[in-house]
């Protein structure tokens, strides 16, 4: 499998915006790469925290769970155009600025929320948070490749990724514990101050680092019209699309369990966000050394995961197995993907960022709607029989992709 993209496939680009021009950021920046880190954990978290909060935000404004539940829908809507927006608009911005500025927004959106009176204000302060997140992540991945050297990126990927992980893990649990003890909106103020320990960190860590890429909405057109980048979104959508067919309908899957009580369903979700956590941190030296082998493993993972779960999930042993098998899978995407993006489109890493970013908010919607037909129409199996098919074309499309 050739590691060379086809000088045809992507439009050269001045040298004054390839990634080469910060090989001075590249040779002691591990420190940055953990804020980064720690700003994605941050910013996940404050996605998360409504899940956990909606019975006292909808007790406290008079309106249903329902309706309090479009808090967190709210930020992937958005995070549909957010990014690639982020990447188009400031061309020519340090990127340390843009990170710290997308920091400093998600403070304001988390402030906002803790002293709104009303939904209202709520709602709109949370379409901030998700510019905040769509922006960050659709920069980190450019930004990440200016602070370690070319083949140390996965590894800096699974750091940076690693905070979805954790907070995956931690905010909804954490969120209701420290809400029953100071209330909902001291949570969000508790958000807000992690915010800034998060801008601190980066501010302390981050050094100048200059746009990489040609600047502006031109440039992330032509990425999007590139052959092997179109197949990889292509294939995005279809892996983590079939990810959400499955996994936005595990609470009626696992009712099928037999014995299954409220502790056994929070062992499961514990069991799927460990091996999630497990999944990043195996794929950054992976992506390093054999990402032709990860691109298909990971994908095909979720894929025979979800298959057997629909067959043989009834049984608590086997719901266990495909679950850790599931989460790992899926853990290790995030990495996989925005690695093999650097590879076929290196001198595109801010456009490529802001795309795959896209990409997987339209999986998340698309998964979820597809899913919830298949649930309806056919029964909660056929879903997630339907999204482990689609997780293995995924991997048939992004395999193939890089070859061409």
């Known amino acids: 499998m050739s590691t060379r993209t086809p000088t045809a496939a992507v439009p050269a680009v001045p040298a004054a915006h390839a990634p080469s021009t910060a090989a001075t950021v590249r040779r002691a920046s591990w420190p940055a790469v953990v804020a980064l880190g720690l700003g994605i954990f941050t910013l996940v978290t404050s996605e998360f925290l409504p899940a956990s909060l909606l019975s006292p935000i909808a007790a406290e404004l008079a309106i249903t769970e329902g309706t309090a539940g479009q808090l967190v829908t709210a930020t992937s809507l958005i995070g549909i155009v957010a990014g690639p927006l982020v990447v188009s608009s400031l061309p020519r911005l340090d990127r340390r600025w843009v990170m710290a500025g997308l920091t400093s927004l998600a403070i304001i959106s988390n402030v906002l929320v803790a002293v709104a009176p009303t939904f209202g204000l709520m709602l709109a302060s949370r379409l901030l948070l998700g510019l905040a997140l769509s922006g960050f992540w659709a920069m980190s991945l450019a930004v990440t490749a200016q602070l370690v050297p070319a083949d140390r990126l996965g590894r800096a990927m699974t750091i940076v990724n690693g905070g979805v992980s954790l907070a ?6 954490a969120g209701a ?9 001291a949570v969000f103020l508790g958000a807000a101050a992690a915010g800034v320990v998060t801008l601190a960190a980066q501010l302390a860590t981050l050094p100048s680092v200059p746009p990489s890429g040609a600047p502006g909405f031109r440039a992330l057109v032509q990425t999007a019209r590139t052959p092997v980048v179109a197949l990889g979104i292509l294939a995005i959508v279809l892996i983590a699309g079939g990810h959400f067919m499955g996994f936005t309908y595990l609470r009626p899957a696992f009712e099928s369990i037999d014995g299954l009580n409220p502790s056994l369903l929070a062992l499961l979700l514990l069991v799927f966000g460990v091996a999630s956590f497990v999944g990043n941190v ?3 030296p992976l992506a390093d050394r054999r990402l032709q082998v990860l691109v298909i493993a990971a994908p095909v993972a979720i894929g025979a995961a979800t298959v057997v779960f629909a067959l043989g999930g009834a049984h608590l042993g086997v719901a266990i197995v495909t679950v850790f098998v599931w989460g790992s899978g899926f853990g290790a995407v995030p ?6 993006m650097a590879k076929v489109a290196p001198d595109r890493l801010e456009s490529a960022g802001g795309l795959v970013v896209s990409a997987f908010q339209i999986a998340i919607t698309i998964g979820a709607a597809v899913g919830g037909l298949l649930v309806d129409s056919v029964g909660v199996q056929a879903a997630f029989i339907g999204g482990g098919i689609a997780a293995v074309l995924g991997a048939c499309v992004l395999s193939s992709a890089r070859r061409r």
């Open 335 to 340: 990495t996989m993907v925005q690695t093999w």
């Open 168 to 173: 995956t893990i931690a905010a909804v649990p």
């Open 282 to 284: 195996v794929a950054g």
């Open 177 to 185: 514990w420290f809400g029953e003890q100071f209330g909902w909106r």
